[in-house]
């Protein structure tokens, strides 16, 4: 398997997908496809280029995935089959599905027709055209956002996102006190590839990072057991030393507890705060 692709064993499970996505979501695009019809035109999956993919709006990487896929997996037989492409998203699919044209395969050692523009408009007007307008229609659709500040209907938005894993980010997120890098959501349990990269084009962490502390010179044993970074052990030897020694002052304190290292004050030192009782 490529590393770059995703391969799905079950076209049908794509077909479903399709038919059960919110409606609302079809019409609005499929709108966007016809008000922006004079900046896209017919094309095949087999024979276009990424320049023209990325023309019609697909960001660099992406239009390089689906070449990728059309000479190392299969040539494409039906518009469907664009959104096993590791990371393509179900909005600009359903933009671009109008203008998707296949042409069947030619038979070994015959040349196939490559004429799906249209011939009167020059295909490096089309090129700057589609890059200045199109482009910037298709992103006003789904853009980038701030993970700490997103609630489960806009991450739902996100392909490959449901109800469920939405859920789960922003519990996991309120668990933590927000997220404070990319990385952490790696931790989200059962969020895989290709949901994890899709995640990760869309969700991004902002500053000012405003994350929930955790006040460590008043904060109980359970409450400190809470934390995903923090277990119950390590919390009650942390509480152990406060009431012997006083209040901690910083996280290199920490280090006193003989259990805990470098590693450990790393990761939960930018959700602890230090305020004296």
């Known amino acids: 398997m490529q590393p770059d692709l995703l391969l799905a064993s079950d ?20 709108e966007a496809a016809i008000s922006n019809e004079s900046l896209l035109y017919d094309f095949d999956l087999n024979t276009v280029t990424s320049a023209e ?26 518009s469907s089959e664009l959104l096993k492409v590791y990371g393509m998203d179900s909005t600009l699919y359903l933009t671009l599905k109008p ?28 090129y700057s055209r589609n890059k200045k307008n199109f482009s910037k229609s ?11 500040q997103a609630d489960t209907a806009q991450l739902k938005k996100i392909y490959g996102i449901g109800a469920v894993y939405a859920q789960r980010i922003v519990d996991y997120r309120d668990l933590l006190g927000g997220f404070i890098r990319q990385d952490q959501f790696n ?17 991004k962490v902002n500053p000012p990072l405003n994350v929930k502390k ?15 970074y923090i277990s119950y052990q390590q919390a009650k030897l942390i509480i152990a030393y406060r009431d012997m020694h006083g209040d901690y002052n910083s996280a290199a304190e ?4 003989k259990v805990l290292d470098s590693t450990f004050i790393e990761k939960v030192e930018e ?7």
């Open 214 to 228: 955790l006040k460590l010179n008043s904060i109980t044993e359970k409450e400190l057991a809470n934390h995903p």
């Open 138 to 148: 298709f992103k006003s659709q789904l853009i980038p956002f701030d993970i700490n």
């Open 53 to 78: 993919l990325q023309s019609f709006g697909l960001p660099e990487f992406l239009a390089d995935r689906v070449l990728k896929y059309r000479e190392k997996v299969k040539p494409f037989t039906s």
């Open 99 to 126: 203008f998707i044209k296949i042409k069947a395969l030619p038979e070994s050692g015959k040349n196939r027709s490559e004429s799906y523009y249209h011939s009167s408009v020059d295909r490096d007007t089309l």
């Open 187 to 203: 931790e989200i349990y059962g969020l895989k590839s290709p949901n994890l990269d899709s995640l990760k084009i869309y969700a």
């Open 11 to 30: 076209v049908r499970k794509l077909d479903s997908l399709l038919r059960v996505m919110d409606e609302n979501v079809i019409i609005k695009n499929e």
């Open 254 to 257: 920490l280090l006193n507890v």
């Open 271 to 277: 959700y602890l705060s230090f305020e004296a009782r």
